[in-house]
């Protein structure tokens, strides 16, 4: 059935962008999808990188009343630090081995949870400029590295970095995850690492999924949110750790 791989990156690539707006770990959709396409992992990771780009700009589109917010950092400041430490991080996966990359990136993604499950609690009344641009700069470079559960490294970062509302913090979540993908998606596509044909066709399937998502995210509470990233975050790192083990 040679139609099954197309179906199930359509399927993938929905789920996904409907999770990255939501939380983010799409990626553990249209990942194992492209690895089950024939792609070896370090160019399913590239073009899955690439692909869920159109979802986040949709996401970030829909919640886009929220990027209004008052931040402790210019979004300017953002915004350029986010694609400098994007391009290094995709810089980096194109000179890592795979090995290295399949061992550290659960540790990563658990700890980006663990810290957005006990900081954010706390982030309120807590703004400060000088943590959140490090913690944001290190969440993008990790999104340009590896794009797994890029929404819950950078959501971790805002809360911890002061943002204390979660609706704020999802908005900007998106419009950073879409500049980090895209970023890391044209040094990716330079390098070579990008098998287009498979990703075109699930750029598509994002773009509906994100859309739908970034719907569902602003009806939620602010305590279901967290809910939903806190769990979409645990079970990234597990599954990840099962398939480098």
Same mark, same amino acid.
């Given at each position: 059935?040679?139609?099954?791989? #197309? ?5 993938? !690539? ?46 970030? #589109? ?54 957005? #499950? ?43 970095? !002061? ?28 390098? !070579?690492?990008?098998? #287009? ?49």
């Amino acid at each position: 059935m040679e139609w099954l791989p #197309w179906v199930l990156l359509a399927v993938a !690539g929905a789920g996904a962008g409907a999770l990255n707006a939501v939380a983010g770990g799409g990626t553990f959709l249209t990942l194992p999808a492209l690895v089950a396409f024939g792609l070896p992992a370090v160019g399913a990771n590239a073009s899955s990188t690439v692909a869920l780009v159109p979802g986040y700009l949709a996401s970030a #589109w829909v919640g886009r009343r929220h990027l209004r917010a008052r931040l402790p950092v210019p979004p300017v400041a953002m915004l350029l630090g986010a694609t400098v430490a994007a391009a290094a991080g995709a810089g980096l996966l194109l000179a890592s081995p795979e090995r290295l990359f399949a061992t550290i990136v659960p540790w990563l993604v658990l700890a980006a949870t663990v810290i957005f #499950w006990l900081g954010a609690p706390r982030a309120a009344g807590a703004a400060s400029a000088t943590r959140l641009l490090p913690l944001l700069l290190i969440a993008c470079l990790y999104g340009g590295y590896f794009n797994g559960a890029l929404g819950v490294v950078l959501l971790a970062a805002l809360a911890v970095g !002061g943002v204390a509302d979660t609706h704020a913090a999802n908005a900007w979540k998106n419009a950073l995850s879409a500049l980090v993908s895209l970023v890391a998606a044209v040094v990716l596509g330079i390098g !070579g690492a990008v098998a #287009w044909g498979p990703t075109l066709f699930l750029m598509a399937a994002t773009i509906a999924g994100g859309v739908a998502g970034a719907l569902l995210a602003d009806r939620l509470s602010a305590r279901g949110l967290r809910a939903v990233v806190i769990g979409v975050g645990l079970l990234a790192a597990a599954g990840l750790g099962l398939q480098a083990a």
